[in-house]
């Protein structure tokens, strides 16, 4: 390698840690440049070739496990490309510990499971496809499942508390510290599912967590247009090991990230920062808006006040809001919710109406939200989440909010909430009854 340009590289390597995420976000991979490209390319390979000359040949166990860095070392792509690497080492960066990606976020889950090995896994209320997936390794293994608020002494050394925080689908946050103090108390582990709180928004490893999960179809992915898991390993014994255990558990279980994806991936997290904190703050105003109309109390104020009208049909329609900004300890000052997500409290929430046929037809009567499953895309989303999770009761939906602007979204909801009343299903609001409010 040019000197120059290795010396460029030790430079960028050793102040990395010092910069912004949203800086790590688009320049922590630049140390893996191989190529002219600003953008880097599309690798699709499913296999690389070895070196000609017979003495860069090197025996399997004299090559590189974890990470593959040198675009020379790659052999086949179930165990890594020159994409996956970069797109774990900016990860890496910007989670502040080791990461290793995965095909989808079930497929990391199910990887930590099968790492850890846990005679019992406390997990409480949360997404259910993890649910599942610990009910298919809980039936191969034998492995006990217990509540979340289980009594401590059920816990031993080796199991595993699994906390989601903020939770699928309410969007409620949970105080890592606490379960971090509980399962290291008894020798166990705590992972966390940090969907919901991207970076910048929740560093859970700062609270105590040993493991951090995304689903990086979320946030991380922000185009509905990829499926994504990770792990992030807090450094030092046994995180170590247990990263080189993940990655040999990766080769075999075939769950690596495509190609392509891996390049959406990173181009996708050049722009994290930026999505997930307009998002997160415009999930705020129609939070405390809706707030505002359902109790005469909010937050925050929104620039658009609510006419006596639209305070009557919230209350008509709306039962209960559900989001972490509505908690007591986000307006408690040192409080444990406010360090633990310092800029924000995630783009999601989620509603309870008076009817299930108010519910059912909401999503018919919006027009700036897509009626479909998942979040974390700049477009905003609404569910009625009974179509994909059968623990929730049928009045609810669960809504992501997008990068749109965050008024325009709140008209649409308030027209959309004032049609249920009256209208049909298919009484779609207009540009021109949106623009009237």
Known sequence: MDPIEQRFRINLANALPNLSTATQAVHADDVLNNVDDVAPPIHVAATFRYPRAPDRMREHHERPSYPVLDIGEHCYSRQSTPGLSRLETVLSSILGQPCIAYSSGLAAFHALLIMLRPKKVSIGAGYHGCHGTLELYARSSGTEVLSLDCAVDQLGPG????????????????????????????????????????????????????????????????????????????????????????HRDRLYLG????????????????????????????AEVIVSALRLGLVGTCRQSSSRSLSDKEVHVIQKVVKEIHHASLQDEANTEGSWLRKQMPR??????SLTLHKVEYARNLPSKLMLFHHATSLGGVESLIEWRTMTDSTVTKDFL??????????????????????????SSSDLCTGKELNSG
């Open 255 to 282: 769950s690596v990230m495509a190609g392509f994806d891996s390049w959406l991936a990173t181009r996708s997290i050049r722009t994290l920062e930026m999505r997930v904190l307009k998002q997160s703050q415009s």
């Open 398 to 423: 669960r809504i992501s909010i997008g990068v749109e602007d965050p008024e325009d979204l709140l008209a649409d909801l308030l027209r959309g909430l004032e049609a249920v009343i009256g209208g």
């Open 159 to 246: 199991d595993l508390i699994h906390l989601e925080t903020p939770v699928n689908p309410t969007g409620k946050a949970f105080d890592i510290q606490y379960y971090a103090d509980r399962a290291h108390s008894r020798g166990a582990y705590l992972s966390v599912d940090s969907t919901f709180a991207p970076p910048p928004l929740q560093d859970a490893f700062i609270q105590g967590a040993d493991i951090v999960m995304h689903s990086g179809t979320k946030y991380i992915g922000g185009h509905s247009d990829f499926l994504c898991g990770i792990l992030a390993i807090k450094s030092g014994s046994p995180g170590t090991e247990w990263l080189q255990q993940l």
């Open 344 to 349: 924000g409290y995630g783009p999601v929430f």
